[in-house]
T-cell receptor, first 112, second 115 residues
Framework: GENVEQHPSTLSVQEGDSAVIKCTYS??????FPWYKQELGKRPQLIID?????GEKKDQRIAVTLNKTAKHFSLHITETQPEDSAVYFC???????????FGKGTMLLVSP | SAVISQKPSRDICQRGTSLTIQCQVD?????MFWYRQQPGQSLTLIAT?????????ESGFVIDKFPISRPNLTFSTLTVSNMSPEDSSIYLC????????????FGPGTRLTVT
């Protein structure tokens, strides 16, 4: 089955800096890669996703890149704000299935 | 995104008892999923529930321990049976709101504590 590795496990940045979280996946059949943000005590929220037919996707301050050859994808947050502090999870879905395999999560702390 | 609700939001239960968690969606969805999130951990898929068929369980999860119902396209239940303290966790349902997109949206979760 699919295996998703996520790094780093924790990330501390100053407000205004950029943050990058990286994930690798094992199954080359995976073709859908979402990112979720989970604030303390809240449900995971889908913030951005990318499919295997594109290499990059942006939505305001967040972007995701995908390298299918290397089987890794990354989340980029620019101009970080304290409200970006949360746990971020990457996930992967194998082609033809709807089930998601999640990484272990990255706790992002943005200090003012 | 879908409006997804879960009941109860939290519960404290005695070991050996069972708890049924409900998940309600505001529109019809094909796929519903049940996850477990242990404290400080990631999300682990328990099973996929399709209406009109038996749930599909992931490795390490069995129907006797986590029976699931899916009576219609807007509702599902997960029962945690014969509970032990190791079952203390947050249980979340999610739905594939737009069939075929793989986009999953989560319910608010049920925080279960087993004493």
């Amino acid at each position: 089955g699919e295996n998703v590795e996520q790094h780093p496990s924790t990330l501390s940045v100053q407000e205004g800096d950029s943050a990058v979280i990286k994930c690798t996946y094992s199954d080359s059949a995976s073709n859908y890669f979402p990112w979720y943000k989970q604030e303390l005590g809240k449900r995971p929220q889908l913030i951005i996703d990318i499919r295997s037919n594109v290499g990059e996707k942006k939505d305001q301050r967040i972007a995701v890149t995908l390298n299918k050859t290397a089987k890794h994808f990354s989340l980029h947050i620019t101009e970080t704000q304290p409200e970006d502090s949360a746990v971020y999870f990457c996930a992967a879905s194998i082609s033809g299935y709807s089930t998601l395999t999640f990484g272990k999560g990255t706790m992002l702390l943005v200090s003012p | 995104s879908a409006v997804i609700s879960q009941k109860p939001s939290r519960d404290i239960c005695q070991r050996g008892t069972s708890l049924t968690i409900q998940c309600q969606v505001d529109s019809q969805v094909t796929m519903m999923f049940w996850y477990r999130q242990q404290p400080g951990q990631s999300l682990t898929l328990i099973a996929t529930a399709n209406q009109g068929s038996e749930a599909t369980y992931e490795s390490g999860f069995v129907i006797d321990k986590f029976p699931i119902s899916r009576p219609n396209l807007t509702f599902s239940t997960l029962t945690v049976s014969n509970m032990s303290p190791e079952d203390s966790s947050i249980y979340l349902c999610s739905v594939d709101k737009r069939s075929g997109t793989y986009e999953q949206y989560f319910g608010p979760g049920t925080r279960l504590t087993v004493t």
